[in-house]
């Protein structure tokens, strides 16, 4: 709990604190951007797609905790948080994702096309779940 209050009395330092606890509560998270929403499919369906494309069907299976889409803008596709139970099967999944889309070449990510037929083309991309202030910087 001190690492909470320390810096509260120094300008700024509630805010670092903040910002501090929203990377941790973060830091098994992965984003997917650019795929496509398609009515009556689940996103642990569109995981399991693209966990499919990239070898990674074990660490989706076991160590999926939460996936969901976030808001976005009005217009844009919604991203995808992935929690994943535990730090190394996040790591390894990224760099799954990772590999995969450095084998595919045809630009950054991985072709929706690839993941499923149906989809509009486009790319899939994977990072980590940023902060606002992170992103900001």
């Known amino acids: ?17 903040m910002s501090d ?8 998270n992965i984003m997917l ?3 496509p929403e398609i009515d009556e499919q689940s996103t ?6 693209i966990s499919e494309v990239i070898g990674g069907n074990e660490l989706v299976q076991h160590d999926v905790s939460v996936a ?17 139970t535990k730090s190394r099967s996040r790591d390894e ?3 799954l994702f990772r590999n995969e889309a450095k084998n595919d ?16 083309a486009g790319r899939i991309t994977a990072g980590d779940q940023l902060t606002a202030v992170t992103r900001d910087l």
């Open 1 to 17: 709990m001190a690492g909470l209050c320390e810096g509260g009395n120094e300008p700024g330092g509630s805010l670092k604190a």
């Open 21 to 28: 606890l929203q990377h941790y509560t973060r830091r098994d």
């Open 33 to 35: 951007f650019g795929v």
């Open 44 to 49: 642990y369906e569109v995981i399991d797609q």
């Open 68 to 84: 969901h889409r976030i808001p976005s803008r009005p217009g844009k596709t919604r991203p995808i948080v992935i929690h994943f």
């Open 93 to 95: 999944w990224l760099q």
């Open 105 to 120: 070449g045809s630009g950054p990510g991985i072709a929706t096309k690839e993941v499923n037929r149906d989809l509009p």
